[in-house]
């Protein structure tokens, strides 16, 4: 007997203790899942896991199966094995004869029943309990709920509560009320998925579309309190011994506060920066596709690429917007469509990379159509979100049997009459009718094709007409008379006789001599005049141009000659070739426009050269073009501070309105940069108030002055000076050090 009867047993055990263990898994990540979602920690979210992994497992007990109690299972669900699954378990040579037997029976029974039995397990329902959780967890997070359970946590940092200064005033009051509690909070739009939080720092940096609220709190009852910000004061509401005040962040800029006492003294606050963090529109790339794609007709007519989009805070849509435009000139028409990607667009990503095939035969294009398209997305800024475009993409089919209009060196403008594209409507339509010959009668076929025939010599009658050929426009005008039939009747001798084309008899191919041209030949006139009564001559076009369109005009009479004969596919190459020859003139006959120059008015002889300047008054004008000078009030205050410096004298009130002004200059230079120029604003504002009046604070607010002031423009400058490297770092240390 075999000595590895125990292996069915053994494996049947490792089975069931996997999905045990699959089954306490499943909890622990679904756990740790949703409590990521939730707090954002990955630290919290490691120890749910290893919690709930923990007490999952002491719960289900991967280790409980071993090899009795899985031959116990055995033995009670299946009676075929006869309670002798032990016996499996037991070496060979220890057991008896009859024992032998009986192990060697049920190897063998066992082998059939165990492939198709399941351990004991709830792994399934572990898996879908796991996913429910993390399913959860998404939602929640999706959807913002968590932030309606959350509070505004108060950052631990130390106490840095704001100082008062009195307000025009030289006395220090003692008693003057001073902060006890000050904290801002910042709650984020819900799009943005950042917890709020609050602090006693009062310089704001926030996303536009957040939330602001202030509260402070005094030691002593003050009359009132107001927030200073961009010259507009905004009074703070007295609620439970803390006035407040809230906003919802638009711009960045600088704020302060004010309160009076109740014997109306004036105190104010230094300044505060907000600094606005905007929400900036997605941005798309487009990688794989040129901006122009053309194909052939025989080619396979589909354009493939990826979008990559990006956005800060999340993007909401996506979408590729496509026009179709069929035709050319008035008769263009265009056809919107709005396309999606092949992806799935997931809403709140960060980074997307969309992919998007587009097939020109499943939108219905045919040669010479365009497709235009370029790609819209939208952000999850509310309520107005911010909107990107791509630039546009084009994709042409060729057209086979046009050619582009294009203007080279002048401004061209195209002559040719609307009906010369007509030529194109009788290839339609021969096409058609080869196509349903076979589903209409004989007599019907031949009667259509007739009728191309007489549309084909119509047409060729009208571009006679520009060769001159005036008579015989004139006989055109009265086919599908009854001459025309009399006329037939007439030379039935030859039944062919109305609709071939007589080379020899009309002489159109100078296939004969003429005499009467040998003769013409010899006035020497000819070459000076325009002869109207030579249909030859009388054109409208060159020379050149002149020759195709005989050219065409013969390829129309062997199209109509075909036509007539009910040959209409020995027709369709002479009208391909005479639409060719018709195209090449319609892009080469361009008229230009004159220039228009300027045309003085007529000279007054009488008064030509008289010399009498009565009615001439003279006029002079003087300009100042020097530019105007900007931030005067911040030049002038750096003008005074260094007066201040080194003559020592005191401020006036002259002075503090410059500093003022100046203050309100520099503030619109540093609402850009507010963590830049905070100090400085600061201390301008205490020399403007009069609070301080130090030597170094008068230098380091000059020096913030003149490196906030815009350089001008460097002008070109006829003379030419010579500038080493020694000189260039002399000048930067002078401007760094002034």
Known sequence: MKQNHRHHIIQFKKRWQL?????????????????????????????????????SAIIIKPWKPTLSATSRFLDTKYEVLEYSTGLLLQPSNEVSNLAKLQQ???????????????????????ICIGLAMIVLGFLLNQFNAIDYFKTPTLLKTEQNLMEFHTYDSIETIASKPKITKQSISVTYPPYINTKAYSSDRMNIKAVEGSYIRWNLQFDYEVDSVLLQSTGANYPMTLKNDSYTNSTVLKYSGFYNFKFKDLQGNAYTSDLYSIEVIKDEAPEIKLIGIDPFTSFDFNQDKSVTFNALITDDYGIADAQIIATVSKGSGESVKFREEQLSFDALVIKGSKKLNLSKKINLDDMKMEPGDELYFYIKTSDLKRPHPNVSRSETY????????????????????????????????????????????????????????????????TLRLKYGTFMGEESEMEEGNEYHDEDESNQQEH???DPLAGFTHEHDSENEHNLVPDQTKKENAKNPLDAFIHNH??????????????????KALNEMWDAELYLRLYKPEKSLPYQYRALKLIQDIKNSARIYVHRIGFDPPPIKEDKRLSGKLDEVSSYRKSENLAPELRFPFMRKSIVRLETLKRMGENIEAKDRLLFEKAG???????????????????????????????????????????????????TPNTTWQSKDEMTQLLIQTLETND
């Open 19 to 55: 999905l045990l263990l699959i089954e306490a898994l499943s909890y622990a990540i679904g756990a740790a899942v949703l409590i990521y979602f939730i707090s954002y920690h990955i630290l919290i979210s490691l120890l749910t896991f290893i919690l709930v992994g923990i007490l």
């Open 104 to 126: 060697l029976k049920i190897e063998r029974t066992l082998d059939k029943v165990i492939k198709g039995t399941t351990p004991p397990n709830h792994a399934i329902q572990g």
């Open 394 to 457: 084009f994709v042409v089919i060729k057209d086979t049997t046009s050619y582009e209009f294009s203007v080279t060196g002048n401004m061209g403008v195209d002559r040719m009459p609307d009906y010369f594209r007509s030529q194109r409507q009788l290839i339609i339509d021969t096409k058609k009718l080869i196509k349903k010959r076979k589903k209409i009668a004989v007599n019907k076929f031949k009667f259509e094709s007739n009728e191309l025939g007489f549309d084909q010599k």
């Open 491 to 493: 030379d039935s001798e």
């Open 533 to 550: 009564d030579n249909p030859e001559a009388a054109t409208l076009f060159t020379e050149s141009l002149k020759v195709k369109l005989r």
């Open 664 to 714: 309100n200059e520099f503030a619109t230079l540093a609402i850009e940069f507010p963590g830049k120029y905070l100090k400085a604003l600061q201390q301008l504002k205490s020399i403007s108030e009069g609070r301080k009046s130090e030597n170094a604070l008068y230098t380091e607010v000059q020096k913030a002055l003149i490196l906030a002031i815009p350089k001008p423009k460097e």
